[in-house]
Each structure stands twice: as C-alpha cells, then as structure tokens.
C-alpha cells in the first residue's frame, strides 16, 4: 500500500494499523533473513556447530558483539563483514519501523502552510 500524498487524506485507522503491521512483517522478514545468513556463514565457513553459530549470529546482529574464538582468517573476514551489514540491517528496520508513524505524524503536523 503505497504512501498517501499530503493533499489526500488520512487513512481511517484500520488501514493504518495494517500499515503498521506490514512493516513489522517486513522488518521480521529482513530479521529473519540475516539471521539465516549469519548462521549458516559462521556454520559452514567457521566451522561452528549449529547452536554455536545461532547464537554468535545473534549476539552480532543483535549488537552485543562476537561469543566465540574465531579459529581461521575466513571466519574472521566473514565476521567483520557481517558485522557492517547487520548495522546496515539495523538502520534499515528502524526506517521500515519509523515510516508508517512519521508519516502519519507528518500529515497531522505538516509544516507548511496549507493556504499557499
């Protein structure tokens, strides 16, 4: 569902709130995704078991930072790479998660004067 342009109206709240929680699925989505990423790449190129790998991948895209050594070069480029991508994944969900919200806020609040 697109945007609507300023000159519109709101939408009722209904179709907001839909709004609001397709952008939850797609930024779970993204989640999910990345998480998948991060664990097979630490499974298959680290040599980490399963469990081991969730839970480094999660402690990387959560932002807390690495759990185990990392025991080859490999790993370690795959680490620092993943690294900068889930701060990218983290800035891209807050803008998934945000836009609904600011642009209802924008439309409420519009700065502009409406009568030119």
Avoid: C, Q, T
Avoid at 6 to 25: A, C, D, I, K, N
Avoid at 48 to 68: N, R, T, Y
Avoid at 75 to 86: D, E, M, W
Avoid at 100 to 110: D, G, I, V
């Amino acid at each position: 569902m697109p945007f609507e342009h300023r000159s519109e109206p709101l939408l009722p709240r209904e179709l907001w709130l839909r709004r609001v929680f397709r952008s939850f699925g797609l930024a779970g989505g993204v989640v999910a995704v990345s998480l998948i990423v991060g664990i097979v790449g630490y499974h298959w190129i680290g040599g980490l078991p399963w469990i081991d790998a969730l839970l480094e991948a999660s402690m990387i895209l959560g932002g807390m930072g690495p759990v185990a050594a990392m025991a080859n070069d490999a790993v370690k480029v795959f680490a620092s790479i993943y690294a900068l991508f889930s701060g990218l994944v983290l800035l891209s969900i807050m803008g998934i998660l945000l836009a609904p919200w600011l642009h209802r806020m924008m439309h409420k609040f519009h700065a502009e004067r409406r009568g030119k």
